[in-house]
């Protein structure tokens, strides 16, 4: 984890000793409860000098401590006239550092980190430029909020109960056919998906994301048979955000150790004649659509949007 040092003019004001500093090898942390500013300060040491403070961010502030120490990667000197330098001209004004994070060698997390659900994440992606689509289903379905949420719900249910249809198609000893969505053997006949696993819980440690595919195999597309993510959809049609979603669950798959290609959208809620309605990201818009989402959560970062963890 990349940090910036802040508090720097204060440190140095404090001890203009240290507006000569020249920094290198580890910094130090610790806490600092009576800051009057935020009880959950963390101070950054350097030889014994205090030079300034973790950002404040609950996720820097806690990692810092269990780690100890970080690496000091840079700094940089700042005068009125020439600005930024590497010079030693002016005064220490700013350093980069790097905390070594501690990864959970089963599950891939960064013990300690801070994880929302990737639909969680996507709500602050709005596709559409408002809530109009979502607004107009809900009239549609009552004239009170309670016919509203009643009709949410029902399509909620709906949905789980076809994920775990297609789940138990998979498995021989729980096959139930008259629980699987219309379209399903027209999409089997098309497709001829082979499960390799599903469900399986990932840590995406850039987007700090988490969430379970549905399918991670092999599928017959453009005639031949490639790795592949594919996400079911109880809707009409999948969405630019259910693509980006299949798109992030692509990026953190794998088979044999190698990259999927394609990720794939499944809506059975299609009025068409096949029952089903696809979409298909291959792996450069997938990589496209992971580095847009990248941009997402450093918006959100910068301007202290705080989504609800998992």
Known sequence: MLLKLVGVTFATNNNPELKKLRPSGVVSFEAEPDNEYDPKAVKVMYKGDHIGYVPKSELAQETALQAGTAKIIDYAYFDPDIKWNENHIGQFQSMTYDIEEQIDENSNRIIGGRYVRCTTFLKYFDTAGGAEGLIKWAFNQGDTFEKYEEALNECAENGTLMHDA?????????????????????????????????????????????????????????????RAVVDWKSSKRPSLKHKIQASIYSMNASLDEQPIEVAMVVAFGALTKQGFSVAVVEREQIESNYLAMEYLSKAMECVGVKADEY
């Open 166 to 226: 297609i789940e138990q198609f998979f498995d021989p000893d729980t096959y139930r056919s008259d629980l699987l969505p219309d379209g399903w053997d027209n999409f089997v006949e098309k497709y001829n998906p082979e499960w390799v696993y599903g469900e399986e819980r990932f840590y995406d440690n850039k987007l700090m994301v988490t969430g379970q595919p549905d399918f991670v195999g092999y599928i017959t597309y453009k005639g031949r048979r490639v």
